[in-house]
């Protein structure tokens, strides 16, 4: 049986900032005494103007508007945008603005503007398609001054040249608001997705992120303020309870210089922040869920969201940052810092961090800085920034005390060259140095975490401390766990069997993606976690014992395997969610069922690849080898150069019998990837026409890339002694030893000398 891609599906909202207008929806429920309806956030205001004061015109209130001259902040009369050869105007006409595109050649698009998103630093605006399908336009206003280089219009793929069959094209699923914005930008949002027709019926209560995004539907409050006294109404009515969170739950400790927390710490203020502050996708269509992971399924630290030592990479929003700190494991919360109202930070400048930190941190002898200069703010150093949407500023949460000693092997950012441009690395380790000491240069754990995405086989022993290492944030050991899956050599059963009962929640849900590496009749010691308290471990949980014999005549398997179906239904629209439908199939013999879903997902997401793979694998196991020839050629005609499908090709070749073809098109590949798994393909092509020489050369390029592959090493010993080169297979199995001497084949090759 093939093994097939599955793909986690994750919300990626790329419009700025957070708004109001009224728009009814059909799905609110009927004010009862048993379950809470959305009342609106204009009801709230009799009772809590001084909120409401702070929330009117905050980020969260101007999320997401109807596009009228009150909440447009773009120019609608300035010059024409230029972009490659496209050019876009602007302009109103009988009240209504528009942007005219010429994008979609040879007919220009006049488009119907209805509704504004974000307000700062820059403005995006919506509009509408067929089949209920709301799109965001990749013609954003900088509202930035203009002495912050501001005030015009730019395109937010400002060195690409997108043209209508891009990915990236604004009318693709890429800019579907539907599926990755709307739901952070108002309240109550209900995607309904209709599979049949591919439409949309989306619905929400109020646009812009209203007091009920956060508190829940308010229904039984207003009930319990006309009644306090009704004992029905417990916890004054609301179903979430939402504690203050207030620096008065901290207590500063002169001795030691650091604050620490006199009451117990309370997660659910962070987890509610955490449903739209954070790179994750949604498993529960519901949005009255307490626990954060009853609802949504969260990405770790994953190679291309974060760099190697935890700091924000791709946009990840705060999130997955924040639980990486000292600050998250000690029970801060985000209203210790930010008024929850109105987003902003309680007390600018140092001033926010002197609240429980001691005051020499706020002195020249600490920051290296000139006070009131940049470099001397606390954020400066700590909570360093990265740009995303051209303009757009996020600091990382994680507090993180700035090495750039790292930065020199792991090619990090770090804040000190960050902002001193001009210097390096070195010069800033030396600066700080001077300062502190050699002391702070303690291990980190991100130079562990960088050498097992290399898959390198000495990090196998330092990875397995850090899963076990308690001092270590959660997130960061749940990554670790997950990394287990590049060393499928070594015995990771025990780790993983420990991890799966471990008390924190992203640690199992970690060791469930490890045990992708465990054979099926080593997978019994996930059986509990179908029964897990916490939706997103009990639906990873069927997914990874889908298929298993032993989950037959199981009452938990078969309620956690709907939960999984039903996580994936929500996101149907998408390609990614129907492909892991389809791995799921595969995994229970459904094979029609399985092609079906596959040939939907290609339809939906032409440029999707992991989809046309895996059905062309399917015919391959259905000995269907035409259509999965048809289907790979199709797929590199939409997204031609792409490494990983002119290998799948290449292989579809080869059982064709066409290995002459089958080489010359791993030797395509090879020059748009670096991954030595097809250098490895390639190499064993050569071989097979009788070019060993060839083998050699690719085998040794291969071995000497970053990414360790057991494959290359094995290969390339094999093929010395097959062709009678003993000083060669010598040479390398020496070099695969300094390597991996636990390797199972080293181990055996040197226990019979």
């Given amino acids: 049986m093939p093994r097939f891609v599955i793909i986690p ?148 793929y400002a060195n690409e040249n997108i043209v209508p069959n891009d990915v990236l094209h604004w009318r693709s699923p890429s800019h579907n608001a539907n599926h990755m914005c709307i739901e952070c930008h108002t309240t109550d949002f209900k995607k309904n997705y209709q599979t049949d027709s591919d439409s949309f019926q989306s619905t929400w209560v109020e646009t812009g992120v209203g007091c009920e995004s956060c508190h829940g539907p ?114 801060v919360t985000c209203s210790n810092c930010h008024n929850p109202h109105s987003g902003k930070v309680k007390i600018e400048g140092n001033g926010l961090c002197l609240q429980c930190h001691n005051a020499e941190y706020n002195t020249p002898k600490h920051t290296l800085h000139t006070p009131e200069t940049t470099g001397s703010f606390c954020v400066d150093c700590h909570m360093p920034t990265r740009t995303y949407m051209t303009v757009d500023t996020r600091r990382d949460h994680s507090f993180r005390i ?89 015995n990771a059963l025990p780790l993983i069997n420990d991890a799966l009962k471990n008390n924190e929640d992203l640690i199992r849900i970690g060791a469930l993606r490890a045990a992708e590496i465990l054979p099926p009749e080593q997978q019994s010691s996930l059986l509990p976690l179908l029964n897990d308290s916490v939706r997103a471990i009990r639906i990873e949980a069927a997914r990874q014992l889908a298929g298993n014999p032993i989950t037959q005549n199981s009452t938990s398997f078969t309620k956690a395997r709907q939960e999984y179906i039903d996580s994936q239904n929500i996101d149907a629209d998408r390609a990614a969610a129907l492909t892991n439908l389809a791995g799921l199939a595969i995994r229970e013999q459904r094979l029609q069922d399985a092609e079906n879903l596959l040939k939907t997902a290609i339809a939906r997401e032409p440029y999707y690849i992991p989809a046309s793979v895996n059905l062309a694998d399917l015919y391959r196991a259905l000995q269907q080898e035409s259509d999965a020839g048809r289907v790979l050629q199709n797929a590199m005609q939409r997204v031609p150069n792409n490494a990983d499908l002119m290998m799948s090709y290449a292989l579809w070749l080869v059982r064709s019998g066409n290995i002459n073809a089958a080489v010359a098109q791993l030797k395509t590949a090879t020059q748009h990837t670096q991954d030595p798994h097809i250098f490895y393909l390639y190499a064993v092509a050569l071989n097979q026409i009788g070019k060993t020489g060839e083998a050699f050369s690719v085998l040794d390029k291969a071995a000497a890339m970053p990414i360790y592959n057991r494959n290359v090493q094995l290969t390339r010993f094999n093929l010395a002694l097959d062709s009678k080169q003993y000083e060669r297979a010598e040479k390398y199995l020496q070099a695969w030893q300094l390597l991996d001497p636990q390797d199972p084949t080293v181990l055996e090759i040197t226990q019979r000398r």
């Fill in 402 to 490: 700035p090495r750039p000693d790292l930065s020199a092997t792991l090619e990090t950012p770090n804040a000190c060259t960050n902002c001193h441009t001009d210097k390096t690395n070195a010069w800033a380790t030396a600066a700080i140095e001077k300062n502190a000491g050699a002391s702070w240069k303690t291990p980190h754990h991100g130079e562990i975490i960088a050498q097992a995405r290399l898959a390198k086989p000495a990090v196998f022993d330092d990875l397995t401390q850090l899963i076990q290492d308690n001092t270590q944030a959660p997130i960061v050991r749940a990554t670790a766990m997950g990394l287990l899956t590049n060393f499928p050599t070594r």
């Fill in 218 to 331: 308010g229904s039984k409050h207003l009930a319990w303020a006309k009644n306090p006294s009704d004992a029905l109404y417990k916890n004054k009515g609301w179903d979430i309870a939402l504690t203050p969170g207030s620096s008065a739950l901290w207590q500063h400790q002169t001795a030691t210089a650091k604050p620490s927390r006199i009451e117990a710490s309370d997660t659910t203020q962070i987890e509610r922040c955490a449903q739209c502050h954070s790179r994750r996708s949604r498993i529960d269509a519901s949005n009255d869920k307490e626990k954060f992971l009853d609802a949504f399924m969260p990405a770790l630290l994953d190679e291309t969201l974060y760099f190697p030592d935890g700091q924000i990479q791709d946009e990840v929003y705060e999130y997955g940052s924040f639980l990486q700190s000292k600050m998250a494991m000690r029970g």
């Fill in 9 to 156: 599906t994750l919300l990626l909202c790329f419009l700025a900032g957070c708004d109001q207008p009224k728009i009814p929806s059909s799905t609110a429920t009927t004010t009862t005494t048993l379950k809470a309806s959305y009342v609106g956030s204009e009801q709230c205001q009799n009772c809590h103007q001084t909120e409401q004061q702070q929330w009117r015109g905050s980020d969260h209130h101007q999320a997401m508007k109807l596009a009228t001259s009150e909440n447009i902040v773009g120019n609608f009369s300035a010059p024409p945008l230029k972009h490659h050869q496209q050019k876009t105007t602007f302009n109103t006409v009988d009240g209504q603005y528009h942007i005219q595109t010429d994008q979609d050649t040879p007919t220009a698009s006049d488009l119907t503007l209805q509704y504004t998103f974000g307000v700062f630093p820059l403005q995006q605006y919506l509009t509408a398609l067929p089949n209920g399908r709301w799109q965001s336009l990749p013609f954003a206003w900088d509202a930035r001054s203009t002495a912050q280089g501001g005030q015009h219009w730019f395109h937010l």
